[in-house]
């Protein structure tokens, strides 16, 4: 008698521990998946954040390189009219 309760508290403490082991191992598996989750979540921000830091540099050059474009054809542009404003002063004072 004594041996058949103990094997019965013997079957029934093993399979407590069984479940709570199976329940342990899904818990860890879920909060697992979390961290994952999460983990992918954050990089994928980090990745958007300097795609679009990437895209703001990139419009500023873009920007800086033509309004340097354009100041250096004003400024050959000024100096052809001033170059040739300069040989028709000249022409004039020989002529006079």
């Known amino acids: ?13 093993a399979a ?3 479940a709570c082991s199976q329940n342990a191992q ?12 999460d983990t992918e979540a954050t990089a994928n921000a980090g990745i958007s954040d300097v795609d679009a830091a990437t895209d703001n540099a990139l419009g500023a050059a873009e920007t800086a ?3 340097a474009g354009s ?6 542009d000024a100096a052809a009219d001033a170059t ?3 040989l028709k002063d000249a022409g004039n004072a020989i002529a006079d």
């Open 1 to 13: 008698m004594k041996k058949s309760i103990i094997a019965a508290v013997a079957v029934f403490a």
């Open 16 to 18: 407590g521990l069984a």
């Open 26 to 37: 899904n818990e860890s598996a879920e909060a697992a998946n979390a961290i994952a989750a």
């Open 65 to 67: 390189i033509d309004n």
């Open 71 to 76: 100041a250096v054809s004003n400024g050959a």
């Open 84 to 86: 040739g404003a300069a």
